[in-house]
């Protein structure tokens, strides 16, 4: 198994407060990425990291920040955590030659009240 | 742009039935292809992969081929057992990644 951890696995948060989830890898694979899955909607991207402070957006970027300050760490930031953003979010990661293949981390299953 | 469609489910057989999971995607270029499963409670895992047409991948008893004339990638089985029981997800790698919805599967005893 790809060495990926996400923390925390389990969080809850009120509405209108700010949440980090963080995404850890020990495969020094140059791509990352954040997802979010939520019943009828599958999987969903929301950013994305190609390297060291490099980062873009994906589909439903609106609302999140990321930041990845070491190779082997990828932040994801609610800055005002609100209902809608009630999900399980998935951390996956890359290599930088083709196929590539994603490797997913366990999922943070993150409920706003 | 590029997409993937996969039969809906929930799909619910006995325990050493056939499997088909049916996969067709939309590219614009010459994608890579992937089944992915996924237990309760866990991330998605790597189950098989195809790079360029006519090519199989197999892993665990299961098997898909790249199948550029028809667009497809199905994936089969051919006996299932309850620890097969899961959501599986096609997706396929162009520019970008692009998964299917998930098809659940429930294989009863």
């Known amino acids: 198994d790809a060495g990926i951890t996400q923390s925390p696995r389990h969080k809850v948060t009120e509405t209108g407060t700010p949440v980090t989830l963080r995404c850890h890898q020990t495969?020094?694979?140059?791509?990352m990425y954040w997802y979010r899955q939520d019943p009828g909607h599958g999987l969903r991207l929301i950013h994305y990291?190609?390297?060291?402070?490099?980062?873009d957006k994906g589909e439903v970027s609106d609302g999140y920040s990321v930041s990845r300050s070491k190779t082997e760490d990828f932040l994801l930031t609610l800055e005002s955590a609100t209902s809608s953003q009630t999900s399980v979010y998935f951390c996956?990661?890359?290599?930088?030659?083709?196929?590539?293949?994603?490797?997913f981390g366990p999922g943070t299953r993150l409920t706003v009240t | 742009g590029d997409s993937v469609t996969q039969m809906e489910g929930p799909v619910t057989l006995s325990e050493e039935a056939f499997l088909t999971i049916n996969c067709t995607y939309t590219?614009?270029?010459?994608?890579?292809l992937f089944w992915y499963v996924q237990y309760p409670g866990e991330g998605l895992q790597l189950l098989l992969k195809?790079?360029?047409?006519?090519d199989k991948g197999s892993n665990k008893g299961f098997e898909a081929t790249y199948r550029k004339e028809t667009t497809s990638f199905h994936l089969e089985k051919g006996s299932v057992q309850v620890s097969d029981s899961a959501v599986y997800f096609c997706?396929?790698?162009?520019?970008?990644?692009?998964f299917g919805a998930g098809t659940r599967l429930t294989v009863k005893p």
């Open positions: 590219a614009t270029g010459y994608p890579s």
């Open positions: 195809a790079t360029k047409a006519d």
């Open positions: 997706a396929l790698r162009d520019n970008d990644m692009r």
């Open positions: 996956a990661i890359s290599e930088s030659t083709g196929p590539y293949e994603q490797y």
């Open positions: 495969e020094n694979h140059r791509y």
């Open positions: 990291s190609y390297g060291v402070k490099d980062t």
